[in-house]
């Protein structure tokens, strides 16, 4: 199976030692959020094939991430949520 731009991004935040994870946000998407959309720091995840572990346990599959910044630069953006 093809690795995914949104698992790449994760990886590399994670596990590239000139990453900060603390610099990272991921938005994605949360039924009954304000806009439908929550935000979490990517300090607070651990990443697996098709889906990210937030800190609370809550499991978010891929597809439903629709952004990733790193500090003020967009690394990635789901062009159907624009």
């Not at 093809?2 to 935040?13: H, N, Q």
Request: charge should be positive; charged fraction near 35%; aromatic fraction near 6%.
């Amino acid at each position: 199976m093809r690795k995914g731009r949104v698992r790449s991004i994760l990886e590399s935040m994670l596990w590239d030692p000139r990453n900060d994870p603390k610099d990272y946000r991921v938005v994605f998407v949360n039924r009954g959020a304000p806009n439908d959309l929550e935000e979490t720091i990517g300090d607070g995840i651990r990443v697996l094939n098709d889906r990210i572990i937030l800190r609370d346990g809550r499991v978010i599959p891929h597809h439903r991430v629709v952004a990733i910044w790193k500090g003020k630069k967009i690394l990635y953006l789901k062009r159907d949520k624009v």
